[in-house]
């Protein structure tokens, strides 16, 4: 009986493994569009299709950031300056796209700048704090997106998205959830909506990776501006006690993080140059065993794990 169920699992495997395998051709022909490449996962990835032939053209936030990155790759990869918030920054991108790929069209646009240095409680935080991360994470993704459509459907080509584990679960106050699920809804839209012009949106969910912004200083120095700056009621409220031990939960998240960033990259590269790419890429052992898992438990079941590890405020503790 267990013998038949085996070989049809394995005819399976094997057939999915046979279809995600297969390539498309002439890559030296496509062009892709990659932003947020200063560090971190746009920056590996530049390099990495440069490397397969690719013509790569990379937004960078800063100047050096470009000049690093050109040093360290071929003359194919080209830069450009963009900042993703900045709606005529983005328009003379997509000018400078379209005078670079003519009527090849674009073949590939990865949505990878991002912002995640907000990690807090959320009522310790600010408006201006929310719209920051929502103009960086989601805002900017769909200003690009919009401005960069006319080339993709003239390529019939391919969108990847980076959104993460925190947009199935959310495990953090403040923003960047709220951004992360944004992604997924605006990705899983623009799929059905572009799947009669022949592109293909694929979505990547990392778990926790050290990138440029995966190192504890900037999340601590955040937590730490927001505790000094909060007003007496709320400290009062919450407590010493409570941010002593978010401050180490935040410390402890941060130190865990994965520095194989290639894992990623070779997932955008698959959604990229597979003739078959996958709707979704859920990254790293955190995101596939636990956060994945726990999105589809009952409400109960994932407020009772998540909750379990949080302080508790003094106000709640009397």
């Known amino acids: 009986m267990w013998l038949p169920m085996l070989v049809i699992i394995a005819m399976i495997f094997l057939y999915r493994w046979n279809r995600q395998r297969k390539r498309i051709e002439n890559l030296s022909d496509k062009y892709v569009f990659i932003t947020g490449c200063d560090s971190?996962?746009?920056?590996?990835?530049?390099?990495?299709?440069?490397?397969q032939g690719i013509q790569v053209l990379a937004t960078c936030l800063t100047v050096k950031g470009a000049e690093t990155l050109k040093s360290e790759a071929s003359s194919r990869l080209r830069t450009v300056i963009m900042n993703v918030t900045d709606s005529q920054s983005v328009k003379s991108a997509a000018a400078w796209v379209t005078g670079i790929v003519g009527?090849?069209?674009?073949?590939?646009?990865?949505?990878?700048a991002g912002y995640g240095f907000v990690f807090s409680p959320t009522g310790w935080q600010k408006k201006e704090?929310?719209?920051?991360?929502?103009?960086?994470?989601?805002?900017g993704m769909v200003d690009v997106t919009l401005n960069l459509l006319p080339l993709l459907r003239k390529a019939q080509g391919r969108i990847v998205n980076v959104s993460s584990n925190a947009?199935?679960?959310?495990?953090?106050?403040?923003?960047?959830?709220?951004?992360k699920f944004g992604v997924e809804a605006f990705s899983d839209s623009l799929r059905r909506e572009l799947r009669d012009f022949g592109i293909k949106v694929s979505i990547i969910e990392p778990g926790a990776f050290r990138t440029g912004m995966?190192?504890?200083?900037?999340?601590v120095q955040f937590l730490e501006q927001l505790w000094k700056n909060l007003d007496p009621e709320a400290k009062e409220s919450y407590g010493e006690e409570y941010y002593k031990q978010y401050y180490q939960n935040v410390e402890c998240l941060t130190s865990k993080t994965c520095p194989e960033l290639h894992k990623v990259t070779d997932c955008m590269e698959h959604a990229l140059t597979a003739v078959h790419p996958w709707t979704r890429y859920s990254v790293g052992w955190d995101c596939k065993l636990f956060h994945l898992p726990l999105s589809y438990l009952p409400t109960v079941v994932s407020d009772y794990v998540l909750c379990r590890s949080a302080p508790k405020p003094a106000l709640c503790a009397k």
């Open 40 to 51: 971190g996962f746009g920056n590996v990835l530049a390099k990495q299709l440069d490397k």
């Open 103 to 112: 009527d090849a069209g674009l073949w590939g646009l990865v949505n990878n």
């Open 129 to 139: 704090h929310f719209v920051k991360v929502l103009e960086i994470n989601l805002l």
């Open 167 to 179: 947009g199935r679960l959310a495990f953090i106050g403040g923003g960047y959830c709220l951004s």
């Open 214 to 219: 995966g190192v504890s200083g900037p999340h």
